[in-house]
Structures are given as structure tokens and as C-alpha cells.
């Protein structure tokens, strides 16, 4: 922004006066409705965007809603004791047998979960790297002129078709 002021200011006598000042006048409020309005807005919107659709559901506070004492869903090994209310003096508990796994089966699941680790590390890199290059593509395009490839061949034709020799 500052060299396409010093640009304008410096060449302002050819244009003439009401002409530099139009120039003057849209490049400054150009970047500040960018810095003021656009730019903010970007911010908020993917803030927004990623409060919602990129965060971790807290599952705690909806399994508490609908947690009833009477139903658990416990594995072999696992028994609830806390709300069970027997009048009876003597309780007897079967012996509970816990399903070990042998050393192949451990690994192959150690493996497995590693995998998966990875895997999942490999995608959330992926999405984020794809979330960037979008990002970057929208930033980049947004503000495209539809008169900016006029500008740009005149200004190739000003330096670089200009006969210096005169």
C-alpha cells in the first residue's frame, strides 16, 4: 500500500490533481475497509466456523442427563456396587474371571491402535493442510478486481514498451 502511494504521489503530475486524489482516496479507504471490516469478519466467521464443527463434544454432560442407577452396561470383570442395597447380612459374590490376553494378541492390538494413532494423526494433518490451502485461495482471490488485468497491461506497456531514448 505504501510503495502504490509513493507510486501515485510520484507520477500524480501526469495524471493530474482530481485524478491522483481518486486514486489516493480509493487505494486508503480500500485498505481500510479491509483492515476495519473485511478482515474481521474473516476472523470471526472461521472462529465461528471452527467453535463449532472443530471442537471436542463434551459427551460427559449428556451421559449424565440420561444416567439411570438401575441399568449399567459393565464388562465380565466389572461389578456396580455402589447402589446396590441388600437387607441381607451375608452377600455372596461369584468369583469374577478376568479374559487375559496372551503376548501375540497384546501386540497385534498394540500395533493396531498404533495404526490407528497415526492414521488419525495423517487425516487431522491432511484436514488442516486442506483448511490452510483454502483459506489461502479465499484470502488470495477475494479481493480480485475485475479491471486489475487492465491495470497490469498498462502498466507493462508504461515500463516495459516505453522508449527511453526520447
Given at each position: 500500500?505504501?510503495?502504490?502511494?509513493?507510486?501515485?504521489?510520484?507520477?500524480?503530475?501526469?495524471?493530474?490533481?482530481?485524478?491522483?486524489?481518486?486514486?489516493?482516496?480509493?487505494?486508503?479507504?480500500?485498505?481500510?475497509?479491509?483492515?476495519f471490516l473485511t478482515q474481521p469478519l474473516k476472523i470471526i466467521s472461521l472462529?465461528?466456523?471452527?467453535?463449532?464443527?472443530?471442537?471436542?463434544?463434551?459427551?460427559?454432560?449428556?451421559?449424565?442427563?440420561?444416567?439411570?442407577?438401575?441399568?449399567?452396561?459393565?464388562?465380565?470383570?466389572?461389578?456396580?456396587?455402589?447402589?446396590?442395597?441388600?437387607?441381607?447380612?451375608?452377600?455372596?459374590?461369584?468369583?469374577?474371571?478376568?479374559?487375559?490376553?496372551?503376548?501375540?494378541?497384546?501386540?497385534?492390538?498394540?500395533?493396531?491402535?498404533?495404526?490407528?494413532?497415526?492414521?488419525?494423526?495423517?487425516?487431522?494433518?491432511?484436514?488442516?493442510?486442506?483448511?490452510?490451502?483454502?483459506?489461502?485461495?479465499?484470502?488470495?482471490?477475494?479481493?480480485?478486481h475485475p479491471n486489475a488485468s487492465l491495470q497490469v497491461n498498462h502498466l507493462?506497456?508504461?515500463?516495459?514498451?516505453?522508449?527511453?531514448?526520447q
Amino acid at each position: 500500500v505504501g510503495v502504490s502511494i509513493i507510486f501515485i504521489i510520484a507520477r500524480g503530475i501526469e495524471f493530474g490533481d482530481e485524478k491522483t486524489q481518486k486514486w489516493l482516496i480509493s487505494i486508503l479507504s480500500g485498505f481500510f475497509s479491509s483492515i476495519f471490516l473485511t478482515q474481521p469478519l474473516k476472523i470471526i466467521s472461521l472462529a465461528i466456523f471452527f467453535a463449532f464443527f472443530c471442537r471436542k463434544p463434551n459427551d460427559d454432560k449428556e451421559a449424565n442427563e440420561y444416567l439411570n442407577d438401575d441399568q449399567f452396561d459393565l464388562n465380565d470383570d466389572e461389578e456396580y456396587l455402589h447402589s446396590i442395597k441388600v437387607n441381607s447380612l451375608f452377600i455372596y459374590r461369584s468369583p469374577i474371571r478376568a479374559n487375559r490376553l496372551n503376548k501375540g494378541e497384546i501386540t497385534f492390538a498394540r500395533d493396531q491402535r498404533l495404526k490407528e494413532v497415526y492414521m488419525w494423526s495423517i487425516l487431522r494433518e491432511i484436514f488442516i493442510y486442506s483448511c490452510f490451502l483454502s483459506l489461502l485461495c479465499i484470502v488470495t482471490y477475494s479481493n480480485h478486481h475485475p479491471n486489475a488485468s487492465l491495470q497490469v497491461n498498462h502498466l507493462r506497456n508504461y515500463f516495459l514498451d516505453s522508449d527511453y531514448t526520447q
